[in-house]
């Protein structure tokens, strides 16, 4: 049973556009959320995270939105550029759990 | 930049054989995981570690085994490799207390 959920598979974005990534759980027993970005041929890359007691965190470009009652949290991306090109995965952990549940990803496409 | 490695990053080997599948850090890191992840799938955790001589599987059953008599280094071990075992393989590492997992460049395995 799939507790962390990427719905949509790809995402084509223009340069210098917003780009929003979203990610849907089951389990309210997750606590932190986190993204990770991979490129082919790599290993995820840490990119951001955000505890279960905010509703948004901030660094650079990179914005994470949670919302608890809906079981939602979306990464946004602005401005976006063509490096920003890759898999993007949602991961969750739960309380007192170390491991982490991920979801299937999102190709994200950042159109020159 | 994480210091957390992986080989081989292919393998192509027969039904039947033994393998192995290393993964070692220098990060001085507790925690290692093993995740593995089929084309377009989730990251499934399969094995982990929170110290030398400690070993737990993880959320996803699998056949093959590890084991941690280092604090850098978490093998993995298939016995008698199968066609269902072509995967991808990733391995992590994490702090204790922290919660982000740094991850290797992943051990792709194919099993003919």
């Known amino acids: 049973d799939q507790q962390v959920k990427q719905n949509s598979p790809s995402l084509s974005v223009q340069e210098g556009r917003i780009s929003i990534l979203n990610c849907d759980y089951t389990n309210s027993m997750f606590d932190y959320f986190l993204w990770y970005k991979k490129y082919p041929a790599e290993g995820p890359t840490f990119l951001i995270s955000?505890?279960?007691?905010?509703d948004k965190n901030e660094d650079g470009r990179f914005t994470v939105f949670l919302n608890k009652s809906a079981k939602h949290l979306s990464l946004h991306i602005v401005p976006s550029q063509p490096g920003d090109s890759a898999v993007y995965f949602c991961a969750a952990r739960k309380s007192g759990a170390n491991n982490l549940f991920f979801g299937t990803g999102t190709r994200l496409t950042v159109i020159p | 930049e994480a210091d957390i490695y992986q080989t081989p990053r292919y393998l192509v080997i027969g039904t039947g054989k033994k393998i192995t599948l290393e993964c070692s850090q220098t990060m001085g890191h507790d925690k290692m995981y093993w995740y593995q992840q089929d084309p377009g799938m989730e990251l499934h955790l399969i094995h982990y570690s929170y110290g030398v001589n400690s070993t737990e599987k993880g959320d996803l059953s699998s056949e093959s085994t590890v084991s941690r008599i280092r604090t850098e280094h978490f093998p993995l071990t298939l016995e008698s490799a199968r066609p269902s075992h072509t995967s991808q393989y990733l391995c992590?590492?994490?702090?204790?207390?922290?919660?982000?997992?740094?991850f290797g460049q992943g051990t792709r395995l194919t099993v003919v």
């Open positions: 992590a590492s994490s702090e204790s207390g922290q919660l982000e997992a740094f």
């Open positions: 955000i505890s279960s007691i905010k």
